[in-house]
């Protein structure tokens, strides 16, 4: 049990004895101290005072009494009006590091067949283009909520819908075929998603002259935009796509393999990776007979000119196209499509989408569509909204070949953590296996943290340069820490000295601040797993370095002469290790045993 549990509920037996409150364990939820007062938790009485009619600090007072005498953790304490300062009795950290130590798994929930089934979308890439910056904001928030909810005991299907089909897909095709002279991805020394991304920019290139060609004729943009010859090409190559033209669709498959051959290798160097993929070529049709099965139960209705559109006003929204007047399928009636076979697949019981903060309203609707027509999670799907990710110069745009590469992106952070960890000497007696190895750690670790670190509801603007720092909170810190603790043990391990031989030994302050911060991590996880916040485990695993550093800093460990002593320590660095080591994981992000 954790100290906060401990504390919980002798509180609750505090309040029926003192009061005679029933009050649930479960609802009492000790706070660390702050540092400016004498404590460890700190307990709020206000919710009593009323039964007690008494004054908050009096009642504080005795319950504070009633602690000290009835639960053995409890050393002293201290009432700041209406707040109980609790000193945990020095003696019990030691049982609380021995708890941690013995819990190889300490803060993780494992699953169970009756855990909930959560699936998860995330990347949702276009085959038209490689992954870019902002899909990586996407990616790794998915992949970090993923393992924190598998953490909390969630069943996790990690899912992914490729946009595969339509205009924009017909851009880079076209362009291919007119210019594209045979080309592949072998033939051109590039990864294919790389090579196709080229093609689509070419066609933006070669579209807006010709619209600019036309306006000097005389033509208004708009009127340009509809005569455009480029432009009618691509519909009427989407159109024979549609009706399965032979040659068409033996151009897409090709097209598309080269892509996905290219994503595949991005994702393994991420470190991600998903249990299902869904390709919007699939799924668009499924949407279309789901929404005319919804049509014939009276659920949507039909328009004069043909077109099929759900009456949302009842909810507080407007009317939402579905079909078009010609019968095609829109992004909403695809998303249907998509749920109903996800559903037939999997007995879901949570459905999470990470998408955007641009698409709040197609979440809304979303949900009241799939409730209307049957899916029991549709009503409580999850929109995890997310803030837009920029660089230090401003906003990208892929069809004008602006955009960040993930790949690029990730040859610059690993290339900058060479140079960084070189010039720190820091890879001085490594081989180039092992230099090579770290620098990808280090490099792509300071992607992810940077981009972690942040509540994912708000835009950010990612800085390359600030995210390799050593110093402060990012990735390499954490990692410089984590190798630092291995090197300290490898060291105890060489001269022989005991691990985990567990004495009643008083720990010191620096000591105990260290152990209450690895006991918060069970807490931390659970309230990531509740908020799905992957940043309150970024910052939890910083504020846990920063407590092991200034506890290597004040607190001799292989030089203490006391062997109780230099054991306690010895278990602390070995837990704190383990602890930034699962931390990060849930990030997504590896950790070296030496730097």
């Excluded at 300490?106 to 699953?111: N, S």
């Excluded at 595969?164 to 294919?192: F, N, V």
């Excluded at 030994?505 to 620096?510: F, H, I, S, Y």
Aim: glycine content about 8%.
């Amino acid at each position: 049990m954790s100290l906060d549990n401990i504390i919980s509920q002798a509180a609750a037996r505090a309040v029926k004895e003192l009061y005679g409150v029933d009050a649930d364990p479960a609802s009492i939820t000790p706070q660390t101290t702050r540092k400016e007062f004498e404590g460890n938790l700190t307990l709020v009485v206000f919710p009593w005072v009323k039964a007690a009619r008494k004054s908050p600090e009096a009642v504080a007072t005795e319950i504070g009494n009633w602690l000290v005498d009835n639960e053995p953790a409890v050393d002293r304490f201290n009432v700041v009006k209406g707040f109980l300062n609790i000193v945990i009795e020095p003696t019990f950290w030691s049982s609380v590091l021995e708890h941690v130590y013995q819990t190889p798994d300490f803060g993780i929930t494992p699953a169970t067949e009756a855990s909930p089934l959560v699936m998860i979308e995330y990347s949702s890439p276009n085959t038209n283009k490689p992954l870019h910056l902002g899909h990586v904001r996407n990616i790794l928030l998915g992949n970090s909520l993923s393992r924190i909810l598998a953490a909390c005991g969630n069943r996790v299907v990690k899912t992914n819908i490729v946009n595969d089909r339509g205009i924009h897909i017909c851009k880079s095709m076209l362009a291919w075929q007119k210019w594209g002279d045979g080309i592949t991805p072998e033939k051109a020394g590039k990864k294919g998603d790389h090579l196709i991304g080229d093609f689509y920019v070419l066609f933006d290139k070669h579209y807006k002259a010709e619209l600019n060609s036309l306006m000097e004729q005389g033509m208004t943009k708009e009127e340009a935009e509809a005569a455009s010859p480029l432009m009618l090409e691509a519909r009427e190559m989407l159109r024979k796509w549609e009706a399965g033209d032979k040659d068409i669709r033996a151009l897409w498959e090709m097209m598309n393999s080269w892509v996905y051959a290219g994503f595949d290798a991005t994702y393994e160097r991420m470190g991600v990776d998903f249990d299902k993929i869904y390709y919007e070529s699939n799924t668009y049709l499924k949407g279309k007979e789901k929404v005319l099965e919804g049509l014939e139960k009276g659920l949507m209705y039909r328009k004069e000119d043909g077109s099929v559109w759900a009456d949302l006003t009842g909810e507080g929204l407007d009317h939402k196209l579905l079909l078009r007047a010609d019968g095609t399928s829109v992004y909403m009636t695809q998303d249907i499509g998509t749920a109903q076979m996800r559903f037939a697949d999997y007995p879901i019981d949570r459905m999470i989408y990470v998408v955007g903060n641009e698409q709040n309203y197609h979440f809304q609707v979303l949900s009241l569509l799939l409730d209307r027509l049957g899916f029991r999670w549709g009503k409580d799907l999850v929109h995890f909204s997310y803030g837009m990710v920029e660089l230090p110069d401003g906003k990208m745009k892929s069809r004008e070949g602006t955009v960040v590469d993930a790949d690029d992106l990730m040859d610059e952070m690993v290339s900058t953590a060479r140079a960084v960890s070189s010039e720190r000497g820091q890879l001085d007696g490594c081989s180039d296996a092992e230099v090579k190895d770290i620098t990808e750690m280090v490099g792509l670790g300071a992607l992810k943290y940077f981009l972690l670190k942040v509540d994912p509801r708000k835009n950010m603007t990612f800085n390359p340069k600030e995210s390799i720092d050593f110093n402060g909170n990012t990735g390499p810190f954490i990692q410089y820490t984590h190798a630092r603790i291995r090197s300290v043990l490898r060291k105890a391990a060489d001269e022989g000295f005991a691990i985990g031989q567990f004495v009643t030994v008083a720990p010191g302050e620096r000591e105990i601040a260290l152990i209450q911060r690895l006991a918060d991590y069970p807490a931390v996880v659970a309230e990531a797993g509740r908020s799905l916040s992957p940043a309150l485990i970024a910052n939890y695993v910083y504020e846990l370095a920063k407590e092991y550093n200034q506890f290597y800093h004040d607190c001799s460990i292989l030089k203490e002469t006391d062997a109780d002593k230099r054991s306690l320590r010895l278990a602390l660095s070995e837990c704190a290790a383990r602890t930034i080591a699962s931390a990060m994981g849930l990030l997504g992000i590896r950790v070296p045993d030496r730097m």
